[in-house]
Protein backbone atom coordinates (compact mmCIF):
# COMPACT_ATOMS: atom_id res chain seq x y z
CA UNK A 1 0.00 0.00 0.00
CA UNK A 2 1.04 3.34 -0.25
CA UNK A 3 0.35 6.96 0.10
CA UNK A 4 -3.14 7.76 2.61
CA UNK A 5 -5.81 4.80 2.27
CA UNK A 6 -9.08 5.12 4.14
CA UNK A 7 -11.61 2.03 4.94
CA UNK A 8 -14.72 1.60 4.01
CA UNK A 9 -14.56 3.37 1.28
CA UNK A 10 -18.57 3.24 1.55
CA UNK A 11 -20.87 2.96 4.64
CA UNK A 12 -24.45 3.02 5.08
CA UNK A 13 -25.44 3.30 9.25
CA UNK A 14 -28.78 4.26 10.73
CA UNK A 15 -28.90 6.86 13.37
CA UNK A 16 -28.47 4.56 16.05
CA UNK A 17 -25.49 2.54 15.40
CA UNK A 18 -22.06 2.94 16.10
CA UNK A 19 -19.21 2.21 13.28
CA UNK A 20 -15.81 3.88 12.92
CA UNK A 21 -13.58 4.57 10.09
CA UNK A 22 -9.99 3.81 9.42
CA UNK A 23 -7.12 5.81 7.82
CA UNK A 24 -3.54 4.66 7.42
CA UNK A 25 -0.59 6.53 6.27
CA UNK A 26 2.29 5.02 4.42
CA UNK A 27 4.16 8.22 3.97
CA UNK A 28 6.18 8.45 7.12
CA UNK A 29 4.42 11.36 8.14
CA UNK A 30 3.49 12.74 11.73
CA UNK A 31 0.39 14.70 11.02
CA UNK A 32 -2.70 13.65 10.15
CA UNK A 33 -6.47 15.34 9.77
CA UNK A 34 -10.11 14.68 9.60
CA UNK A 35 -12.12 16.65 6.86
CA UNK A 36 -15.67 16.75 6.04
CA UNK A 37 -16.59 17.10 2.52
CA UNK A 38 -20.55 18.03 2.24
CA UNK A 39 -22.45 18.73 -1.02
CA UNK A 40 -22.16 22.30 -1.86
CA UNK A 41 -19.63 23.69 1.06
CA UNK A 42 -16.19 23.86 1.04
CA UNK A 43 -13.96 21.06 2.83
CA UNK A 44 -14.47 21.40 6.59
CA UNK A 45 -11.10 20.76 8.67
CA UNK A 46 -12.79 18.48 11.96
CA UNK A 47 -9.77 17.35 13.82
CA UNK A 48 -6.06 17.23 13.93
CA UNK A 49 -3.09 15.21 15.68
CA UNK A 50 0.20 15.60 15.49
CA UNK A 51 2.45 12.85 16.68
CA UNK A 52 -0.29 11.57 18.13
CA UNK A 53 -1.85 14.69 20.26
CA UNK A 54 -4.68 16.05 19.27
CA UNK A 55 -3.76 19.62 17.99
CA UNK A 56 -7.34 21.05 16.71
CA UNK A 57 -10.94 20.20 17.27
CA UNK A 58 -12.44 22.33 15.30
CA UNK A 59 -16.00 22.78 17.35
CA UNK A 60 -17.03 19.00 16.32
CA UNK A 61 -20.06 17.64 17.73
CA UNK A 62 -19.42 14.67 20.32
CA UNK A 63 -21.09 12.36 18.34
CA UNK A 64 -17.59 12.36 16.39
CA UNK A 65 -15.12 10.89 18.32
CA UNK A 66 -11.29 10.69 17.13
CA UNK A 67 -8.75 8.23 18.01
CA UNK A 68 -5.09 8.13 16.82
CA UNK A 69 -2.77 5.48 18.62
CA UNK A 70 0.17 6.26 16.59
CA UNK A 71 1.27 8.14 13.87
CA UNK A 72 0.51 5.95 10.97
CA UNK A 73 -3.09 5.34 12.03
CA UNK A 74 -6.22 8.02 12.34
CA UNK A 75 -9.78 6.27 13.25
CA UNK A 76 -13.28 8.48 13.56
CA UNK A 77 -15.77 6.53 16.04
CA UNK A 78 -19.07 7.51 15.00
CA UNK A 79 -22.44 7.04 17.23
CA UNK A 80 -26.25 8.58 17.45
CA UNK A 81 -24.91 10.66 13.94
CA UNK A 82 -28.10 12.42 11.89
CA UNK A 83 -28.51 12.77 8.32
CA UNK A 84 -26.77 15.86 7.86
CA UNK A 85 -23.62 14.25 8.96
CA UNK A 86 -24.41 12.27 5.50
CA UNK A 87 -20.73 13.17 3.90
CA UNK A 88 -17.54 12.21 2.05
CA UNK A 89 -14.17 11.84 5.13
CA UNK A 90 -11.31 12.39 4.41
CA UNK A 91 -8.45 11.91 5.95
CA UNK A 92 -4.98 13.28 5.38
CA UNK A 93 -1.20 13.71 6.23
CA UNK A 94 1.89 15.91 6.43
CA UNK A 95 5.30 15.96 7.52
CA UNK A 96 3.99 18.09 10.07
CA UNK A 97 6.23 21.31 10.38
CA UNK A 98 3.46 24.01 10.65
CA UNK A 99 1.71 25.20 9.36
CA UNK A 100 2.59 25.17 5.60
CA UNK A 101 3.82 21.62 4.92
CA UNK A 102 1.99 20.00 2.32
CA UNK A 103 -0.81 17.67 3.21
CA UNK A 104 -1.86 14.34 1.03
CA UNK A 105 -4.66 13.20 1.11
CA UNK A 106 -6.59 9.91 1.07
CA UNK A 107 -9.51 8.32 -1.42
CA UNK A 108 -12.44 9.00 1.54
CA UNK A 109 -15.62 7.15 3.17
CA UNK A 110 -18.58 8.27 1.70
CA UNK A 111 -20.72 8.21 4.44
CA UNK A 112 -24.72 7.66 4.11
CA UNK A 113 -26.79 8.25 7.21
CA UNK A 114 -30.23 6.65 7.05
CA UNK B 1 -9.55 35.66 8.96
CA UNK B 2 -8.40 33.82 5.67
CA UNK B 3 -10.66 33.58 2.28
CA UNK B 4 -10.19 31.71 -1.10
CA UNK B 5 -12.79 32.67 -3.22
CA UNK B 6 -13.73 30.70 -6.74
CA UNK B 7 -15.69 32.15 -8.38
CA UNK B 8 -15.95 29.80 -10.93
CA UNK B 9 -18.35 27.17 -10.44
CA UNK B 10 -18.43 25.24 -13.42
CA UNK B 11 -16.37 25.18 -16.36
CA UNK B 12 -17.29 23.46 -19.45
CA UNK B 13 -14.45 22.92 -22.52
CA UNK B 14 -13.91 21.15 -25.34
CA UNK B 15 -10.83 18.88 -25.44
CA UNK B 16 -7.98 20.88 -26.57
CA UNK B 17 -9.23 23.80 -25.54
CA UNK B 18 -7.43 25.99 -23.07
CA UNK B 19 -8.73 26.66 -19.57
CA UNK B 20 -8.05 28.51 -16.64
CA UNK B 21 -9.42 28.35 -13.21
CA UNK B 22 -9.57 31.92 -11.16
CA UNK B 23 -7.89 31.48 -7.59
CA UNK B 24 -8.54 34.70 -5.56
CA UNK B 25 -7.17 34.60 -1.37
CA UNK B 26 -7.42 36.79 1.76
CA UNK B 27 -5.29 37.08 4.20
CA UNK B 28 -3.38 39.59 6.45
CA UNK B 29 -0.52 37.78 7.19
CA UNK B 30 3.17 38.28 5.19
CA UNK B 31 3.55 34.44 5.17
CA UNK B 32 1.95 32.53 3.28
CA UNK B 33 1.20 29.21 0.94
CA UNK B 34 -0.85 28.78 -1.54
CA UNK B 35 -2.21 25.04 -3.25
CA UNK B 36 -3.99 23.70 -5.63
CA UNK B 37 -5.70 19.90 -5.35
CA UNK B 38 -7.71 17.96 -8.49
CA UNK B 39 -10.57 15.91 -6.86
CA UNK B 40 -11.51 13.00 -9.81
CA UNK B 41 -14.77 11.58 -9.61
CA UNK B 42 -13.37 8.80 -7.37
CA UNK B 43 -12.76 11.28 -4.39
CA UNK B 44 -9.12 11.88 -3.37
CA UNK B 45 -7.83 15.12 -3.67
CA UNK B 46 -4.57 15.04 -5.80
CA UNK B 47 -2.35 17.29 -4.97
CA UNK B 48 -0.68 19.37 -7.46
CA UNK B 49 1.26 22.46 -6.67
CA UNK B 50 2.06 24.42 -3.72
CA UNK B 51 3.33 28.55 -3.53
CA UNK B 52 4.82 30.11 -0.86
CA UNK B 53 4.28 34.04 -0.74
CA UNK B 54 7.78 34.70 -1.28
CA UNK B 55 8.00 32.98 -5.13
CA UNK B 56 5.90 34.66 -7.56
CA UNK B 57 7.87 32.82 -10.20
CA UNK B 58 5.22 31.59 -12.16
CA UNK B 59 5.29 27.39 -12.81
CA UNK B 60 4.79 25.15 -15.76
CA UNK B 61 4.48 21.25 -15.32
CA UNK B 62 3.47 19.81 -18.67
CA UNK B 63 -0.13 21.20 -19.69
CA UNK B 64 -0.37 22.84 -16.29
CA UNK B 65 0.30 26.19 -15.23
CA UNK B 66 0.24 28.35 -12.24
CA UNK B 67 0.22 32.43 -12.37
CA UNK B 68 0.77 33.67 -9.09
CA UNK B 69 0.19 37.35 -8.61
CA UNK B 70 0.54 39.31 -5.50
CA UNK B 71 -0.70 42.43 -6.60
CA UNK B 72 -3.90 41.06 -7.02
CA UNK B 73 -3.86 38.29 -4.69
CA UNK B 74 -5.01 35.74 -6.79
CA UNK B 75 -3.41 32.16 -7.77
CA UNK B 76 -4.47 31.33 -11.12
CA UNK B 77 -4.21 28.06 -12.99
CA UNK B 78 -4.21 27.27 -16.68
CA UNK B 79 -4.68 23.87 -18.12
CA UNK B 80 -3.44 23.99 -22.08
CA UNK B 81 -4.60 21.52 -24.77
CA UNK B 82 -7.17 20.22 -22.32
CA UNK B 83 -7.92 16.22 -21.79
CA UNK B 84 -11.28 14.68 -21.22
CA UNK B 85 -8.96 13.22 -18.02
CA UNK B 86 -8.90 16.49 -17.06
CA UNK B 87 -12.42 16.03 -15.95
CA UNK B 88 -12.34 16.82 -12.47
CA UNK B 89 -13.03 19.30 -9.17
CA UNK B 90 -10.28 21.60 -8.63
CA UNK B 91 -9.70 23.35 -5.07
CA UNK B 92 -7.45 26.35 -4.40
CA UNK B 93 -6.42 26.16 -0.68
CA UNK B 94 -4.42 28.94 1.68
CA UNK B 95 -2.21 28.07 4.55
CA UNK B 96 -0.92 30.81 6.81
CA UNK B 97 1.33 31.07 9.91
CA UNK B 98 0.46 30.67 13.10
CA UNK B 99 0.15 27.75 15.84
CA UNK B 100 -2.14 25.49 13.78
CA UNK B 101 -0.63 22.58 11.97
CA UNK B 102 -0.90 23.18 8.23
CA UNK B 103 -4.49 24.21 8.57
CA UNK B 104 -5.99 24.62 4.90
CA UNK B 105 -8.18 27.23 3.78
CA UNK B 106 -10.31 25.93 0.86
CA UNK B 107 -12.60 27.86 -1.87
CA UNK B 108 -15.20 26.27 -3.10
CA UNK B 109 -14.05 24.28 -6.28
CA UNK B 110 -14.22 24.77 -9.89
CA UNK B 111 -16.11 21.67 -11.67
CA UNK B 112 -14.04 21.49 -14.69
CA UNK B 113 -15.61 19.02 -17.26
CA UNK B 114 -14.14 18.26 -20.49
CA UNK B 115 -15.97 16.83 -23.61
CA UNK B 116 -14.50 14.86 -26.20
Known amino acids: ETGVTQTPRHLVMGMTNKKSLKCEQH?????MYWYKQSAKKPLELMFV???????ENNSVPSRFSPECPNSSHLFLHLHTLQPEDSALYLC?????????????FGPGTRLTVL | AQKVTQAQTEISVVEKEDVTLDCVYE???????LFWYKQPPSGELVFLIR??????QNEISGRYSWNFQKSTSSFNFTITASQVVDSAVYFC?????????????FGQGTILTVHP
Open chain 2, 51 to 56: RNSFDE
Open chain 1, 27 to 31: LGHNA
Open chain 2, 93 to 105: ALATGGTSYGKLT
Open chain 1, 92 to 104: ASSQAQPPTDTQY
Open chain 2, 27 to 33: TRDTTYY
Open chain 1, 49 to 55: YNFKEQT
